[in-house]
């Protein structure tokens, strides 16, 4: 048990001391399934976030990942591609047509 946990749990037994009454929440279903305080933040540490709550997320950031890196593949192929148009040409020589006299 953690230090969170048997905290929480010391402050439950202190507030619900013998004789005070409480509410109490049963599983109609499964009567050994009970709770007496329902609030997340008495979770002893523990989030109250389920982890298959994060799947869409995942889902998402994946998806923007491949997207992103998708659009950066595009942009970079055209600027490959309109540099190569766009180069400086090499020194070359182009031969004179007409008869040349010196």
Sequence with gaps: MTDGQ????????K??????TTYCYV??????KA???REF????????????????VLAFM???VFGVRA????????LKNKRARWSPLR???????GNRRE
């Design 62 to 64: 994946v998806i923007g």
């Design 35 to 37: 709770v007496i305080d």
């Design 71 to 78: 659009v950066a593949k595009v942009i970079l192929v055209e």
């Design 6 to 13: 048997k905290d929480w749990k010391e402050q439950v037994v």
């Design 91 to 97: 020194e070359q020589r182009f031969p004179l047509s």
């Design 27 to 32: 599983n109609r279903d499964d009567k050994s």
């Design 41 to 56: 933040a008495n979770t002893g540490g523990v989030s109250p976030v389920h982890p298959v709550m994060l799947i869409p």
């Design 15 to 20: 507030r619900l001391q013998p004789g005070k």
